[in-house]
C-alpha cells in the first residue's frame, strides 16, 4: 500500500491528511501531536477513527492544517483521517459512519448584514 491522502474541512480548517502504514505516529505542520495540540481533549478528538477501528499503531499520519481555529482544526483532521481510513479499508466504514466522523460539519459563521452590529443583532431601538 502506498501513501493514501484525504481532505478533511470544518469551518475555515482545511486538512491534507497523508495516511501509511507504520507505528502510529502523527505529525501535523511538522510537528508532533500533542507538541501541536496542546489540549487533551483536541489530540483526542483527532485520534478518534483510529480509536473506532482499532488501528492506533498500524499508520503513520502526516497533516497538513491550514485556516480556521483549533477546534476546526481539530475536527477537519478527524475528518479526513476518517476518509483515509475508509479508502484503505472498506470494512472500516461502517465503524465510522456510526460514530459520525464520516459526516462533514456544514455549520460555518454567518456572515454581517448591513445595518446591522452582527449577523442578526440589531441597534438597540430608541423611541424618543
Do not use: W
Not at 35 to 60: G, H, M, R
Not at 99 to 125: C, N, Y
Amino acid at each position: 500500500m502506498e501513501v493514501v491522502n484525504t481532505v478533511g474541512r470544518r469551518k475555515a480548517a482545511v486538512a491534507r491528511v497523508y495516511v501509511k502504514p507504520g507505528n502510529g505516529q502523527i505529525t501535523i505542520n511538522h510537528k508532533a501531536l500533542a507538541e501541536y495540540f496542546s489540549l487533551d481533549i483536541l489530540c483526542f478528538q483527532v485520534k478518534q477513527p483510529l480509536l473506532a477501528t482499532n488501528t492506533l499503531e498500524n499508520y503513520d499520519i502526516t497533516i497538513n492544517l491550514v485556516g480556521g481555529g483549533i477546534k476546526g482544526q481539530a475536527e477537519a483532521a478527524r475528518l479526513g483521517i476518517a476518509r483515509a481510513l475508509c479508502e484503505i479499508d472498506a470494512e472500516m466504514r461502517p465503524a465510522l459512519k456510526k460514530a459520525g466522523f464520516l459526516t462533514r460539519d456544514s455549520r460555518v459563521v454567518e456572515r454581517k448584514k448591513p445595518g446591522q452590529p452582527g449577523a442578526r443583532r440589531k441597534f438597540q431601538f430608541s423611541k424618543r
